[in-house]
């Protein structure tokens, strides 16, 4: 039984069974007449459908009934002569994602060499169905004709003979369809639905080719389909970024065919990690491009002379380390980029310049890895040593093009470095000096580069955003994640690790403002939540999604779907000493629980979360586990337990006096005095939330619209013992 057979015959409507069996007599009888010499009721003769207890001839009116016509008749035909073909060519191997886009269009040619080889075994039927397909009978001419196509089932079968009754061939959908599906996600996330759609148009097309085209190599005119496929679909949705890639494959196979293990290959090999990293998208093959990279050019014959051989490979494992770091293994990137130091240290003694820029560019990637980690202390210590050795002159850095005047090499490198410094210090909980150090690389690329629409300028606005979110700054934060995000997202690809980034940092705005509704809108039409995002892109930013996506799910209340999600994604990262995500997705878990009236449960998820923290550690993490445990202690009745653990939040060493998790530690201890009947110390401890004066970075703590903020003054309203700062009233110029 072919595999058409066996999928209609478990749980199919009787329409479905009476259309395959009519395809399987249609293609028996075309096999060995003409079809101008076919008749209906030969056909209707030779249907087998014995579930339905027929007996006696079918009639061609019954046929006809079935059918609507020969168009459909046809096309049915084709498609079960072709399942019977593919089933005696063997069971289809599971499909992955190729490890490459030559490899993606070397899988649709082989299938489509299944479907030149058919053209070729049943060439007097196909070209009978040829003659079919066109075929209108005189009474669909007739005015009394219907005028709209008539109704067929929603499946496989039911589209075949859709297909038929417009005058289309899509027998061999089903085949390309997974195929072409698994092709794209080697450069790209196919939408819904667009697999199929290029399967059919591609099916279409094929059969014309192949059937007009009886004395071609069976190859070639798979080649020249797949050819035509990846330059008429693939390239429109993936981008023609996938052109320089597939250039850069081609030349790397054949110097690995033709001179393996030099420097030719190397130089091959090179060309295609630019090719990935110049988009941004297939981060975790670009590490492995990298590595392989570096592998060759650890062979004495891969550079000209020691030196230059040390600062590519130096280069390279720096190039290699950012890759795995956007993709989430930590663990490797930190090895890597601290290789890369050492063969900085080496390369000392032949150029002591060079290497000083190659060790300042490995300590901050180092810092940076840290600060991700959940180190954030260890990594700002190492940034701000890449910092001081690149203001003092050893910036010399070799990787990219050198560029004069304001947009030198030199300023390059230490505005990328000012940048990670800043980022270091809002995550170690200097959130005041880190949003002023943001806001100073804005300033200066701006003076430096002119345009504000430079992409330069714009990713230093989105790091500006996110130290406005981490200070207290919400609305000021989502107005200008959306803004450079969006400048950002119309220079990249939409499937890049930074346009998705950014996104997911202006759903955490978002959810800050108490805004779920738009925080799962924005996620949900995103790539970022698809596992192909996880699986080529970035696994950790998918996490981050995830965790953004289930905390807006419990506030627009379904927290039993958000628990779910996030206890999923609390078993899938099991506990690692050296990454914090583990440790944020189950504070998020703790969290919800919480909101979902399991105190008990977050209590138990929190103990797991304080056993893995270090100190210093994560400062900011640290805080908001204890302010999670005071507030579970609190549901649970046990005020000493959360006088503890407010102690605990109070201690935490390295935050700012004002950092808004020690605002919502008193916050908590105000509404708890309040509903308990105490009014004593209610001043003092929403005294700082309520502060209007700016702070160094020219803002209040809690800026205006800030939903904390909006608490603390409706408590202070409520009590009447908080006296609320007066502001001076503001008259509007045009009305004085």
Known sequence: MNRITVEEASGVSAQERRLSAIGEAAAEVLRHTDYHLVRAEDVAAAVRLSREGHSGRRSAVWLYNEVKSRRVLVALALRHAFAEFADRAGPREPLETPGSLVEARDLLTQALLLVARFHRAEAFLTQQVQLGIGDIATSEKRQSAPQGPPSWPDTAIGRTAAAGWSGRVVAYADHLAPVIAAAARAVCLPPPGW??????????????????????????????????????????????????????????????????????????????????????????????????????????????????????????????????????????????????????????????????????????????????????????????????????????????????????????????????????????????????????????????????????????????????????????????????????????????????????????????????????????????????????????????????????????????????????????????????????????????????????????????????????GDPPGRARTSLLAARCEDARGDDKAAARHRAALAGVKGLDPNHPLLLEGRYDEAARRFQTGRFDGLDELLAPLLDRTPLAHGRPALGDGHPLLLKAVALADRSGAVRLPRAPRQVLWEDA
Do not use: M
């Open 195 to 616: 697999a199929r759609a290029c399967a059919e148009k591609l099916s279409d097309l094929a059969f014309d080719a192949l059937t007009d085209d009886l004395d071609g190599p069976v190859d070639r005119q798979a080649a020249a389909l797949s050819a035509h496929w990846y330059e008429r679909h693939l390239i429109p949705l993936a981008g023609t970024w996938i052109n320089d890639l597939d250039v850069a494959e081609r030349a790397r196979d054949v110097a690995r065919r033709s001179a393996p293990g030099t420097p030719a290959e190397a130089d091959a090999q090179a060309g295609v990690l630019r090719a990935l990293l110049d988009t941004g998208i297939l981060l975790k093959r670009a590490a492995r491009e990298a590595g392989e990279l570096a592998g060759l050019l650890e062979s004495p014959e891969a550079g000209p002379a020691a030196g230059a051989a040390l600062g590519t490979r130096c280069d390279v494992q720096n190039r290699r380390g950012l890759a795995l770091l956007r993709y989430g293994d930590l663990e490797t990137a930190r090895a890597t980029f601290e290789s890369s130091l050492e063969i900085a240290e080496k390369q000392r003694s032949l150029d002591p310049d060079d290497a000083a820029a190659h060790a300042a560019r490995a300590r901050h990637h180092l810092g940076e890895t840290l600060v991700e980690a959940g180190r954030p202390v260890e990594g700002r210590r190492l940034i701000e040593q890449a910092r001081s050795a690149r203001e003092a002159g050893g910036t010399g850095d070799t990787g990219g093009t050198g560029g004069t005047g304001a947009a030198s090499r030199a300023w390059r490198r230490l505005t990328l470095t000012a940048q990670a410094a800043a980022r270091a210090a809002v995550r170690s909980g200097q959130v005041v000096e880190g949003l002023r150090q943001a806001e100073a690389v804005v300033t200066d690329r701006q003076a430096r580069l002119g345009d504000p629409g430079d992409i330069n300028v714009v990713a230093a606005r989105v790091s500006l955003g996110e130290a406005l979110l981490e200070a207290g700054q919400p609305i000021e934060a989502r107005h200008l994640l959306q803004e450079a995000g969006r400048q950002r997202a119309d220079l990249l690809q939409p499937t890049a690790y930074w346009p998705n980034h950014d996104l997911v940092r202006t759903a955490q705005a978002e959810l800050a403002l108490r805004d779920p509704g738009t925080v799962v809108r924005l996620l949900e039409r995103a790539p970022v939540l698809d596992d192909w995002f996880a699986a080529q892109v970035s696994a950790r930013l998918w996490v981050e999604a995830r965790v953004v996506h289930a905390q807006a799910l419990a506030l627009g209340e379904d927290p039993g779907t958000a628990v779910a999600a996030l206890g999923e994604l609390a078993e899938r990262l099991a506990a690692d000493p050296g990454d914090a995500l583990p440790l944020t997705v189950r504070r998020a878990l703790a969290e919800v629980l919480l909101l979902s009236g399991d105190p008990n449960e977050a209590a138990a998820v929190l103990r797991t979360v304080r056993a893995a923290e270090s100190d210093p």
